[in-house]
Each structure stands twice: as structure tokens, then as C-alpha cells.
């Protein structure tokens, strides 16, 4: 990556769910990742899934794999 990545509490990201504002942010394996533009996570969500968590342990379940995540560039790093 070109540029130094911004790093963000979990408070922060909580804040980023598509309710309290705008932005719609997952985590995963340390990375966030915007998910706004996404029409599968409207509203801040995905199936069962919420924005503004760190996803790791839950893709265990997903019915796709870790895969999804290169459609997306990470933006920031979760402390």
C-alpha cells in the first residue's frame, strides 16, 4: 500500500455502523475496510451481520470466504 493507514479504536469503529453516521466500516484481521458504497450492507448491515465490529471470528460462518475483503481496500488499522 502507498500510504500509511490511520489506526482506530474499537469506539471508533462502533461509530462507523451505518446508524450514527454515514460510513459503514468492518473489520477484519486488523484492517477496516469501507463498506458504504456495498449494496449488500445497506442500512449498516449484512444478513445477521452489523457494521461497526470487527468480523474476523465471525466469517467462520459466512457462507464465503476471506475473498470478499480483496474486492475492498483496506482504510484503516483496528488498535
Known amino acids: 500500500m ?25 473489520a477484519y484481521r486488523g484492517y477496516i475496510y469501507d463498506m458504504s458504497q456495498s449494496k449488500l450492507w445497506k442500512n449498516g448491515k449484512h444478513y445477521e451481520h452489523w457494521a461497526g465490529q470487527d468480523l474476523t471470528e465471525e466469517l467462520a460462518d459466512a457462507p464465503h470466504s476471506e475473498k470478499v475483503f480483496e474486492k ?7 488498535q
Open 2 to 26: 502507498s500510504k500509511s493507514l490511520s489506526s482506530y479504536t474499537r469506539s471508533q469503529l462502533a461509530l462507523r455502523n451505518g446508524q450514527d453516521r454515514p460510513e459503514i466500516w468492518v
Open 72 to 78: 475492498f481496500t483496506p482504510i484503516g488499522l483496528l
